[in-house]
């Protein structure tokens, strides 16, 4: 399965109940989704689960929007 916008917009969606209309690749999910380091664990387990891959504690610090996450999920993917 390929990781794109959507997959992951919708499993940040269903994590944080946020409206997906904010939810865009430059959103900040710390900023402008007000996500906590405990849902960011739970973003995590739901990316593991749905791609068969998760974030790695050390590179989520590093992850601040949307498009970032889809572009590390990718890497990790190949």
Not at 2 to 21: G, K, P
Not at 33 to 49: G, K, P, R, T
Not at 54 to 77: C, H, R
């Amino acid at each position: 399965m390929e990781i794109t916008f959507e997959n992951v917009r919708d499993i940040i969606v269903n994590t944080i109940s946020c409206d997906q209309d904010d939810v865009k690749p430059e959103t900040n999910l710390f900023e402008d989704l007000e996500a906590d380091s405990l849902e960011a664990v739970e973003l995590s387990m739901a990316f593991e689960e749905a791609f068969g891959v998760g974030i790695a504690d050390e590179d989520m610090e590093k992850i601040k929007t949307v498009q970032d996450i889809i572009d590390y999920l990718n890497s990790q993917k190949q």
